[in-house]
């Protein structure tokens, strides 16, 4: 059984930065891709980011993009989502979650086992 654990979350100011990690344990070796989701009080969960384990082909959400950035450490099971220029529209519970195969990404749908959520939130 594959498990996700995020962290990496907290309190941050406008502008500011965090570094999400997303820790995989398990039989790792069945997952395809990690995608990034969010879902802030009272709105619906909104796809963030996604990337392939093997590398290559990230996908952003039009409203990070060119802020934030997913990465891969396979080394160390862990997927990590870099967010910079933080606005107090990026404050969220942010999940972490695994994909089997090349289903479309951006759905969470596609996404099979997911984390806890780490909380971010960004004071204006």
């Known amino acids: 059984q594959v498990q996700l654990v995020e962290s990496g979350g907290g309190l941050v100011q406008a502008g500011g930065s965090l570094r999400l990690s997303c820790v995989i344990s398990?039989?790792?070796?069945?997952?395809?891709?990690v995608g990034w989701f969010r879902q802030a009080p009272g709105k619906e969960q909104e796809f963030v980011s996604a990337?392939?384990?093997?590398?290559?082909?990230?996908l952003y959400s039009d409203s990070v993009k060119g802020r934030f950035t997913i990465s891969v450490d396979n080394a160390a099971n862990t997927v990590y989502l870099q967010m910079d220029s933080l606005t107090a529209d990026d404050t969220a519970v942010y999940y972490c979650?695994?994909?089997?195969?090349?289903?479309?990404?951006?759905?969470?749908?596609?996404?099979?086992?997911w984390g806890q959520g780490t909380q971010v939130t960004v004071s204006s």
């Open positions: 979650a695994s994909a089997y195969d090349s289903r479309y990404l951006y759905s969470a749908g596609a996404y099979d086992i």
């Open positions: 398990g039989r790792t070796r069945r997952i395809f891709a």
């Open positions: 990337t392939r384990l093997s590398g290559g082909s990230e």
